[in-house]
Nanobody, 121 residues
């Protein structure tokens, strides 16, 4: 069974740091882009950061300079290092991955279950 499993969320004070991890498991041929989205109460889900298989990255303007996305291709894992956290970063964070599966080598987008990040003032 293919799945993405997230870890690392929690409660932190303003200015603190957290590191999120997301590991893909199952019968996976390869992984293209991976990324992190977040959804705050009453708001739409938004892209936070993304990284290609080659390591190119892009970030939402609101997190540039504070968050860093990285990946470990050998372990099918993506990370999000979050520094200088602000109360407006409070949200459920979801990882996503474009997985190449099956004998036909088709791409499917998978989502993690979500992990809560709460930043207190």
């Amino acid at each position: 069974q293919v799945q993405l499993v997230e870890s690392g969320g929690g409660l932190v004070q303003t200015g603190g740091s957290l590191r999120l991890s997301c590991a893909a498991s199952g019968s996976i041929f390869s992984i293209n882009a991976m990324g992190w989205y977040r959804q705050a109460p009453g708001k739409q889900r938004e892209l936070v950061a993304a990284i290609t298989s080659g390591g190119s990255t892009n970030y939402a303007d609101s997190v540039k300079g504070r968050f860093t996305i990285s990946r470990d291709n050998a372990n099918n894992t993506v990370y999000l290092q979050m520094n200088s956290l602000k109360p407006e970063d409070t949200a459920v964070y979801y990882c996503t991955a474009d997985l190449i599966l099956g004998s036909w080598r088709r791409q499917y987008k998978y989502w993690g279950q979500g992990t809560q990040v709460t930043v207190t003032s």
